[in-house]
């Protein structure tokens, strides 16, 4: 019996040894594969336990800055924070300091007002079964004054995330130069990053892209670094930085005008562009309507100053003007008769349908006839002569300029007309940027440059120059002569009695440009009819002698009160900012004021309120002027023009008295003048025809209420004495055929 206990002993004693050496063997098997492969079930080791002990932390680099040429800054990173809210229950360890919502319905009606969302989607969030949540796009980019507001009411489990956010701190301010940069939505990784969206922000957002860095280190099982132990840095690569051509001066001047008309004038469309013609770089850029970056209120995503090709009207004779004068066909003492210009089936009008009589094409470029560009074209330039300058002057070709989305306008040539009209302005499309580009030629002794907005890229860590750019020029489509007899007889534009351009005179400064008034085409066919329904625009430069500066203004649309011309909002944006940049820079005058200059620009009014009307006209009359006294009172209470204005001799002022006020006689007056009327006595006016006043439907006399129409019928001065005879007989006929009571 023992016998067998101890086989058995040593049978049990067999299998142990044999497991526990199968055992080992596994072991081993199992110790040695892992020692050659560093993997247990197919995950690597070495990447698990530095994962454990090993800690990466982020470096937040930042996006490059955008800065003016003095250094001004226009966009960079600030730090914004993100609101986050903690819900799981078991963050709370002591009941009486609370690190979760206790409360989230009351957390709601408290957070909700301050971020501006719903109380229900609000307290919906807080509800969530999830151990912290964020609030969407509400919870982000807070500023810390917000940040402040929201400490401030103490609420349990709420709190932040530092994060950065684009600041562009002039807000309305160059918008569509600059555009705007936003965080990308999407997976965690990309959710803090920003990428640019609009102008220079899209357009050099390589440079702009900032790359975070991070730092590693060895910790314990509780997350604390461990002493003694080395860490890996890998810094991080800020984006760099970008230096404009934009002046922050000269953009603010542009900006608070622009304000200013788009408030008064309501205008459809402002375009408005600062350059300096020696180099092409520009100083400032924007137009209306427009947005803050920081808000994103973008009603267009275009920038009309390179986007928006349209017929430019007469600002386009300047160049017709310079290529004329270049091939040397151009007398500028030579007559013509101005009004009308018969091309095949169709006739080419002047502006005022009747035009001047017999001129000089001198006269013709002041008061912007269109049969002397015609003609120009037609009979001395040449068609195809004249298409080649259009070319030369590159209308046929974006201008390249460093801002995304530049548009190209369309040369019309195909028909006769086309040619012709192309000359004033008509027809053929193109853009604000391409103006300013080709008239730099005019301004720069013939040499045209190319418009750039990009100075230079620098790398903020080691202010090395990435980028440089430099003035190109771009083409020499006519001489340095040609160019200083254009820009003489473009200051005459500017200084002449005739000229349209007497509005855009600076005192102290000499002003050479053109005025421009461009149809806009209507979408049932032909063009666009009303007093208002123009592009007004002027293109012009300062001083005169050796400009300094290029600028192109258009108003699209504006409202306007009866007495006032296009020229108005443009000239109030013009003249503004052109004297203060000027000034700004440091460029001297070129004349003073004396009286021989206030004999060319006109007679400046004083103020008549209060003053008897006998004395008020006295004085009317001694300055050469035409006096209309409307009222029957004793003293002058309102006049037109107001006091301050500029008028030419035998100009009728209208002055208004106290008592009963009669309607004048308005027959022979120029509409200007019987607007003056109806403004100064609140009437609605209804115009009919063009020229001078034959009939009104306000008796002369007669007296008269505010709001009521005054309808005016007008006709050509070569036809207005036929006319009034015409209406005369009707009246006598009327008259005679009436019935006797």
């Known amino acids: 019996m023992s016998d067998k206990k101890h086989k058995n002993t040593h049978k049990g004693a067999v299998i142990l040894f044999c497991l526990f050496s199968l055992l080992f063997f596994v072991l081993m098997f199992r110790f040695v594969q892992i020692q050659a492969t560093g993997k247990a079930d197919g995950k690597a080791l070495a990447i698990a336990a530095e994962k454990q002990y090993k800690q990466k932390q982020t470096i937040a680099a930042k996006r490059g800055s955008i800065l003016d040429r003095n250094g001004e800054v226009l966009a960079e990173d600030t730090p914004s924070y ?15 300091d609370p690190k979760h919502v206790v409360d989230p319905e009351r957390t709601a009606e408290k957070l909700a007002p301050l971020l501006h969302m719903d109380v229900r989607e609000a307290e919906r969030i807080l509800t969530k079964k999830a151990k912290q949540v964020e609030f969407g796009t509400y919870g982000r980019n807070i500023s810390y004054e917000l940040k402040q507001k929201i400490e401030a009411l103490k609420l349990p489990g709420i709190g932040f995330i530092r994060d950065t956010k684009r600041f562009y701190p002039n807000g309305t301010f160059a918008s569509y130069v600059i555009g705007y940069a936003q965080q990308k939505e999407g997976s965690n990784e990309e959710k803090s990053k920003t990428f640019g969206m609009m102008g220079i922000e899209k357009s050099l957002d390589r440079y702009l892209q900032e790359k975070n860095g ?19 840095i890998v810094p991080p690569d800020n984006g760099d930085e970008v230096y404009l051509t934009i002046d922050q001066k000269i953009q603010t001047f542009l900006e608070d005008t622009m304000n200013q008309v788009e408030k008064q004038y309501q205008p459809k469309k402002i375009i408005a562009i600062v350059a300096n013609p020696k180099t092409g770089e520009i100083l400032a850029m924007s137009t209306r309507p427009s947005f803050d970056p920081n808000k994103r209120n973008i009603t267009n995503y275009l920038n009309d100053a390179i986007s928006y090709p349209y017929e430019p009207g007469s600002t386009m004779k300047m160049f017709t003007l310079a290529a004329a004068i270049n091939e040397g066909v151009y007398n500028g003492n030579e007559l013509y008769r101005s009004g009308s210009y018969r091309v095949g089936r169709n006739e080419i009008r002047d502006h005022n349908k009747v035009g001047w009589g017999t001129i000089t094409f001198n006269e013709g470029v002041q008061r912007s006839s269109n049969v002397a560009f015609a003609k120009l074209v037609k009979e001395k330039l040449g068609e195809d002569r004249f298409l080649q300058y259009l070319y030369r002057f590159h209308f046929n070709v974006k201008t390249g300029i460093d801002l995304p989305g530049e548009a190209l306008g369309n040369i019309l040539y195909r028909y006769p007309i086309e040619k012709l009209t192309t000359a004033f302005g008509q027809g053929t499309s193109i853009t604000p940027i391409q103006q300013i580009q080709a008239a730099t030629a005019i301004a720069n002794g013939g040499k045209m440059m190319k418009p750039y907005v990009v100075d230079r890229i620098v790398d903020p860590d080691t202010k090395k120059v990435v980028v440089q750019h430099k003035p190109e020029v771009v083409g020499e489509p006519i001489t340095k002569e040609t160019a200083q007899k254009v820009l003489d007889i473009l200051e005459t534009v500017v200084t002449s009695e005739k000229g349209t351009g007497r509005p855009y005179q600076i005192e102290g400064y000499r002003v050479a440009g053109k005025t421009g008034t461009a149809q806009i085409p209507s979408p049932k066919g032909g063009y666009l009819t009303g007093y208002e329904n123009y592009i007004f625009s002027f293109l012009g430069m300062a001083p005169k002698e050796d400009p300094q500066l290029l600028m192109y203004v258009a108003v699209q649309q504006p409202k306007l009160s009866p007495t006032e011309t296009g020229a108005a909002p ?10 203060n940049s000027l000034q700004y820079l440091n460029i001297r005058p070129s004349f003073e004021k004396t009286e021989k200059s206030l004999d060319k620009k006109g007679i400046e009014l004083p103020s008549y309120a209060g003053q008897t009307v006998d004395a008020a006209v006295k004085d009317v009359k001694a300055k050469g002027l035409l006096p209309v006294v409307i009222g029957n009172g004793a003293e002058v209470e309102a006049q037109l023009p107001f006091a301050g204005d500029e008028v030419i001799v035998r100009e009728r002022v209208i002055l208004k008295t106290s008592g009963t006020v009669n309607m004048p006689d308005l027959r022979g007056w120029s509409l200007r003048d019987a607007l003056k009327v109806a403004e100064l006595l609140g009437l609605q006016p209804s115009v009919k025809g063009s020229g001078y006043v034959v009939t009104q439907s ?23 004495k036929e006319a009034v005879t015409q209406v005369q007989t009707s009246q006598t006929d009327r008259k005679e055929k009436a019935p006797v009571d």
Do not use: C, H, Q
Request: aromatic share 8%; hydrophobic share 35%.
């Open 82 to 96: 993100t609101l986050m809210a903690v819900l799981d229950p078991t963050m709370t360890t002591d009941p009486n």
């Open 698 to 720: 306000i008796r002369p006399r007669s007296s008269v209420r505010k709001g009521d129409y005054l309808i005016l019928e007008l006709v050509e001065p070569k036809k207005w």
């Open 214 to 232: 991070y730092v590693v280190f060895e910790r314990d099982k509780d997350g604390f670094r461990l002493p003694d132990t080395k860490e890996t």
């Open 570 to 579: 443009v000239s109030m944006i013009f003249n503004t900012v052109m004297k």
